[in-house]
């Protein structure tokens, strides 16, 4: 069998960051508002919203930081419920409690995207909706999108891990009123840390860059929206969670990257996907049919087996060297729901919860060969079959 690929290294950053960090280095120029203008911030803003469709573009420290932003631009009362997966980041609710507000848990599918029923029921009691593309599965924007602006809900998409991935042809991250993205070194983009929000929303994005941290006349250097910032002068609180431009001189070079990311790692995730429908124990949700996926990782369900065989599965994936977690079975798991204990009434959502007790997550990197992918299907094969048959053997004659 073929040596099994390096599953976790990340992807060098393009040669061209050199030039630009060592300039940026010479020069001492980190600061995002010191140049006058064209700062590595600023033409990242510019060339992230021209890449996605957008009008505006704001970078800040994170997608967290983003969609914290995003709420607070959406000017939402205090303690305002905002209804969010009950799959997704704990970053999520976590936003969502630092804005000053209250998460409202949607119950989720085993094909990880949101229940359209719960979705429905809980709608009419929120101001606002996250929708969370989990590990870049896209839910069905088209009924969510027409279900919110029946009852003039905002959607704010945390598409954090799902650059690259359309819907009808059309950005995912571009479809709500706000669209947040990261740039930490798991997602398609790797900075170390940093995100980016995007809207065609002047006001809203206005508001966002001045709590960002554009404080006296900064937002000037934001290009063309000049009335909108001025109108806010004085009038919000600065959070100051503003990016380095030795970030941007890291994200910048890596845009040209996307389109060949994007189209390695759907391969990949496909190949290995179909390899695995030969398993009777393993089930890979499929797409829904207007999206095409960008996927830099793997997800799929057990079925047939009891917690101990997963958790056999798991341990015989491991000693064969690739990692797998069980969303809901690994220890103080970030994306299961029961560990959000800061949320002051935690839900139970039992379709949800079932769905985190048999679904797997592994990373599959965009850089990894066909026939490195081929080994990692085989080796997921071989280890529910291990794990399957030996009870059967052990009561053979
Ligand atoms: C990574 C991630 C986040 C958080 O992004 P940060 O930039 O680390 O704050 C939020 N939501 C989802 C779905 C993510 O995958």
């Given at each position: 069998?073929?040596?099994?690929?390096?599953?976790?290294?990340?992807?060098?950053?393009?040669?061209?960051?050199?030039?630009?960090?060592?300039?940026?280095?010479?020069?001492?120029?980190?600061?995002?508002?010191?140049?006058?203008?064209?700062?590595?911030?600023?033409?990242?803003?510019?060339?992230?919203?021209?890449?996605?469709?957008?009008?505006?573009?704001?970078?800040?420290?994170?997608?967290?930081?983003?969609?914290?932003?995003?709420?607070?631009?959406?000017?939402?009362?205090r303690n305002a419920a905002v209804l969010i997966p009950g799959f997704t980041f704990a970053a999520v609710p976590s936003a969502v409690v630092h804005a000053d507000c209250r998460p409202v848990l949607c119950e989720v599918g085993t094909d990880y995207r949101i229940d359209l029923d719960d979705f429905a029921a809980k709608l009419p009691d929120v101001q606002a909706v996250i929708i969370s593309h989990m590990r870049g599965h896209t839910s069905d924007m088209d009924a969510i999108l027409t279900l919110c602006a029946a009852l003039d809900v905002p959607v704010i998409e945390d598409a954090a891990h799902s650059l690259g991935t359309t819907w009808r042809g059309r950005n995912i991250g571009t479809l709500g009123r706000i669209g947040c993205f990261s740039f930490q070194s798991y997602k398609l983009i790797n900075a170390g840390e940093g995100g980016i929000l995007v809207t065609d929303d002047a006001d809203l994005v206005a508001r966002a860059i001045i709590m960002s941290g554009a404080y006296e006349q900064n937002w000037?250097?934001?290009?063309?929206?000049?009335?909108?910032?001025?109108?806010?002068?004085?009038?919000?609180?600065?959070?100051?969670?503003?990016l380095s431009n030795l970030s941007a001189a890291v994200i910048r070079p890596q845009i040209p990257h996307i389109a060949r990311r994007v189209r390695d790692g759907r391969r990949n995730h496909d190949h290995v996907a179909h390899a695995l429908t030969a398993s009777p124990w393993i089930n890979v949700p499929s797409k829904l049919s207007p999206e095409e996926r960008a996927p830099?990782?793997?997800?799929?369900?057990?079925?047939?087996?009891?917690?101990?065989?997963?958790?056999?599965?798991?341990?015989?994936?491991?000693?064969?060297?690739?990692?797998?977690?069980?969303?809901?079975?690994?220890?103080?798991?970030?994306?299961?729901?029961?560990?959000?204990?800061?949320?002051?009434?935690?839900?139970d959502l039992p379709q949800t919860r079932a769905m985190l007790m048999r679904a797997c997550d592994t990373r599959l990197p965009a850089r990894l060969t066909l026939v490195e992918c081929e080994a990692v299907a085989q080796l997921l094969l071989t280890a529910a079959d291990q794990v399957m048959s030996l009870p059967t053997r052990a009561y053979g004659t």
């Open positions: 069998m073929s040596a099994l690929p390096n599953m976790h290294d990340a992807e060098s950053i393009p040669p061209e960051a050199r030039a630009e960090i060592d300039r940026l280095l010479q020069s001492g120029d980190l600061f995002r508002y010191t140049a006058p203008q064209d700062a590595p911030v600023t033409l990242l803003e510019q060339e992230f919203a021209q890449f996605l469709g957008s009008r505006y573009a704001l970078a800040v420290s994170s997608c967290s930081a983003a969609l914290f932003l995003s709420l607070k631009a959406l000017d939402l009362p000037a250097k934001h290009g063309a929206v000049h009335t909108a910032c001025a109108t806010w002068q004085n009038l919000l609180p600065l959070y100051n969670l503003r830099d990782s793997l997800q799929f369900n057990l079925s047939g087996m009891s917690d101990d065989e997963v958790l056999a599965f798991v341990a015989a994936a491991e000693s064969a060297g690739i990692k797998v977690q069980v969303f809901g079975l690994s220890r103080d798991n970030a994306r299961a729901f029961w560990n959000w204990q800061f949320l002051p009434d935690l839900p």
